[in-house]
């Protein structure tokens, strides 16, 4: 046997393995090494491939295909710094337990460490921010390494999607010439694998808790599927549920008095002792809002503290967990339903009471019917159409978002890259996200500008996705924090970081529809309008702004709170 046809055979089995594992979509970036097996996934009809040419945003789109079909998808590259440049999106991904599967193609061995070119050591490349590492052999053709190879994609493969789902890498050696055998078929090796399945059908181990006073805290991305189930307990619990933006508790399809959206200026103004409860039921990570966490630092001792999680990742930061329970979200839910009763509808309605009167000082804030960057968010999350999905990026995006959403029972999914929060690859992300639907990205000018490579693969690939672009000309979050109070030479040159750049030589660069909506009305059609493609909405800011409109509208509730 040749070879071409050794290594062809291989990389089949190879593919043969990923797809009996769960594969269905690949992001290729081209280069040399990786040739033999980008043209055998290209040409596989049961994968869908897209080409990404920049490795850094190919990881970040293929992350936000992952984190729309929740299933894994397949990254590969050539060898050397090409592999390096995925290293912050499986970071994010490790974080956020997105299931990439990470493929690199690499020199065999007898080509590293001798000078060869684009050779660098790829051995455990991603260390521990991995879930797990493969190195598989140079190829060979007997039917054990043609099971060997094929078990390897479909274990790692797997390993990607069991909880907590994250990314995991193998890295492949392969010897020159690179170009397969077309005329090879898939080696007959067939493998099963069956799946453990973990079921809970009662609450008992913990219904005592479900019975005194208590609050749900939500945090991290969450199906609306989840959301809704979630909703439902809190009320058939009588407890106030709190979760950011990115839970999707204000898109789930119905509108809840127990669900708290505007907890960031309840607990800004200050809340009684009468507030504190009993039972703290977490799911996930803290919400993003920093006083909520604040105020669950200070909870009483006596608290008791549950944790739910499938992965059983337990981050738990406030170190209060007393009560660890490994379950999935719908089998704890449908669990506790059947117990679940309102023991105390005085904690209920005292919940109720706050959320209402924050909500109506949020509906009656005037700025809001003006045009800058609180509004454009504002109304970027309300304008959504019905299975819109919206991407948010970190620093004051989101946290604009989180104070000021309203309720959207219309099923519009919220996304968002807060497993190490970072602002780069959000463009790419949302491109990623935009290849189901139609899809809104809310960005400020630095995360546009880190990733501005994100555009060229939303206009080659025409997504319909409308960035609407916050530009306050700079890193507008620490206008919010404590390095406000600097000389105003060591803010700007260290934090602020005004870019001054004109983004409209930007979108002409990419060819993409570009506009900077005059007022309010101006933004709102824009936002009503349907775009088959990528387009940019530039909503021209003020640095200080969002924090004067925020300190002013914390002080006028912590008025009304306190004349009770």
């Known amino acids: 046997m040749t070879h071409q046809e050794t290594m062809t055979d291989y990389i089949l089995s190879l593919i043969e393995g990923f797809t009996a594992a ?100 790829q051995q455990d490349l991603y260390g521990k921010q991995v879930k797990g590492f493969t190195e598989l052999s140079v190829p060979e053709s007997t039917p054990n390494m043609l099971r060997y190879v094929q078990f390897q994609a479909s274990q790692q493969t797997r390993l990607a999607i069991a909880a907590p789902k994250g990314p995991v890498h193998i ?160 089998d704890f839910v449908q669990a506790s339903l059947s117990t679940a009763t309102v023991s105390d509808t005085k904690w209920t309605t005292m919940w109720e009471t706050r959320q209402a009167q924050a909500a109506t000082m949020v509906e009656e804030t005037a700025e809001l019917q003006e045009l800058n960057e609180t509004s454009a968010v504002y109304a970027a999350h309300q304008r959504l159409a019905n299975s819109a999905q919206l991407f948010v990026s970190n620093s004051n995006a989101i946290r604009l978002l989180d104070r000021y959403i309203q309720n959207k029972p219309n099923e ?17 992300t949302a491109v990623g996200v935009a290849m189901e639907n139609p899809t809104t990205l809310i960005t400020g000018d630095l995360a546009f500008f880190h990733d501005m490579n994100g555009l060229q693969l939303a206009t080659s690939l025409q997504v319909p996705l409308t960035i609407v672009l916050l530009n306050n000309n700079g890193g507008g979050i620490f206008s919010f924090l404590s390095q406000r109070t600097l000389e105003k030479t060591d803010f700007d040159s260290l934090f602020a970081t005004p870019t001054d750049l004109e983004f409209e030589q930007v979108a002409k660069l990419y060819q993409i529809p570009y506009h900077v909506p005059s007022d309010l009305d101006e933004l709102n059609e824009l936002l009503d309008q349907q775009s088959s493609g990528p387009r940019i909405i530039e909503v021209k800011g003020q640095f200080a702004e969002p924090v004067t409109l925020w300190e002013t509208l914390v002080a006028s509730f912590k008025a009304v709170v306190a004349n009770e």
């Open 171 to 330: 890295n492949i050696p392969l010897r020159e010439p690179l170009l397969p055998d077309f005329s090879r078929q898939v080696p007959s090796v067939v493998q099963h694998m069956i799946e453990p399945k973990i079921d809970v059908t009662d609450a008992k181990e913990w219904s005592t808790y479900l019975a005194k006073k208590g609050m749900i805290v939500v945090g991290e991305e969450r199906t609306l599927q989840e959301a809704l189930q979630l909703l439902r307990l809190a009320e058939a619990l009588g407890w106030p549920i709190i979760g950011d933006p990115l839970t999707n508790l204000a898109n789930a399809g119905k509108t809840s008095s127990v669900y708290i959206r505007h907890a960031d200026l309840i607990f800004s103004a200050g809340v009684s002792a009468e507030f504190q409860p009993e039972v703290v039921l977490r799911f996930g990570r803290l919400p993003v809002t920093k006083s909520v966490m604040q105020w669950l630092m200070n909870l009483p001792l006596s608290t008791e503290w549950l944790f739910v999680d499938e992965g059983q990742q337990w981050h738990d930061q406030l170190q209060c967990a007393t009560v660890f329970l490994p379950y999935r979200v719908s």
């Open 22 to 121: 769960g594969i269905k979509k690949a992001v290729i970036s081209p280069g040399s090494r990786s040739t033999p097996v980008a043209l055998l996934l290209h040409r596989d009809p049961r994968i869908d491939t897209q080409i990404a040419i920049d490795e850094r945003s190919a990881a970040f789109f293929a992350l936000g295909q992952a984190k729309v079909d929740l299933e894994p998808v397949l990254l590969v590259c050539t060898s050397g710094t090409a592999a390096a440049n995925y290293y912050p999106a499986i970071c994010e991904a490790k974080a956020s337990q997105v299931p990439l599967v990470v493929l690199t193609t690499d020199r065999p061995p007898e080509l590293r460490d001798v000078g060869a070119p684009q050779a660098m050591n």
């Open 412 to 428: 519009a999914k919220v996304f968002g890259n807060r497993g190490v929060n970072g602002i780069d690859g959000i463009t790419s």
